[in-house]
């Protein structure tokens, strides 16, 4: 796969996730599911010698990884997409993840084969187009479980695109939310992260270009962007509230293409904490 583990979120908690299929033959349009089981807790107490008791294989069955990973290579396509064993453990999330994995292949054979057919017309060459998508545990609360995705796409151009995405599932509400719906509004976030996002942001473009970045100057990329046009996604250090928020900024959005991607992490801090919405207050504390 193209994509790199996401450094903020392994910062953050990173999760994981198991199994692997073989390549598919060309136009596969479907993809089995494949994990590996893992075995039981250790220590669990002396086993008889002989064949394990139904009780303990219902044991060792319960723990076994849910997570997902698909993987196909073949002539037309490349496409890989998969999800940690905490989303697979959660039903509603699970078919939630399930459905986007088989919308985003189908989509992916339909524009590959489209795509091949008017190369073969146009006596183009044809290059396998890709959609490759990566979720991974952010941090796992007793009442959220917070997931980040980076996805890689390529449809024959000069080169592939890159990104992220992000999701809050609600485990007391059964439900997914996306991380900006937890405060009051949009702006009120962004006026509260605006400042410590562009000056981390600035000192991570210095690193990257050996040269001071001077806002408002030519260089198209010395100004700061909007945060909330790229990617929220919440944090925690210590397991049980969001302390920290993280931004994941896409290609081109703060630089240019070969600068790559930007992964900026902030403290929860009491400016932040007056924007979220009374509802989630208890579910967020300062981290700064």
Known sequence: MRIGGLVLASVLLAGGCSGKQADAPEDQPSLSASSE???GPAGAGMASQGAASDGAS??????APMGRKEEASNDLYEFAYEYPDQAGAIPGLRARLDAKLDETRKALISESRDDRREAKKNDFPYHAHSSQTSWKVVTDLPGWLSLSSEFYVFSGGAHGMSGFDSLLWDKQADAARKPEALFTSESALRSAIRRPFCNALDKEREK????PVRRGSDDMFSDCIDPLESTVILGS???????RLGILVGPYAAGPYAEGTYEITLPVTPAVLDTVKPAYKDSFSSGG
């Open 37 to 39: 089981a893992s075995a």
């Open 237 to 243: 250090s210590n397991g049980k509230t969001f302390d």
């Open 58 to 63: 219902q044991v060792a069955q319960a723990a």
């Open 208 to 211: 990257r270009r050996g040269v």
